[in-house]
């Protein structure tokens, strides 16, 4: 079976006080772009999504 590791980037800083720690690359693998933000006890996961097969439209012209 095939071992698959993550590229897992983390920045930690000390800011007033507590540690500031921003990863990404760990988790929500299957979204365009995840980052997980910890600061103190509180922690937030951001994603965003792409669709790669997006095909703009225009609203008809109502004149």
Avoid: W
């Amino acid at each position: 079976m095939k071992n698959l590791m993550f590229d897992e980037k983390i920045m930690e800083l000390e800011l007033a006080g507590r540690t500031l720690k921003v990863s990404t690359g760990k988790i929500s693998r299957q979204s365009s772009g995840a980052i997980v933000i910890q600061y103190g006890d509180t922690v937030v996961l951001s994603t965003a999504n792409r669709n790669f097969n997006f095909v703009h439209s225009c609203p008809p012209n109502l004149n």
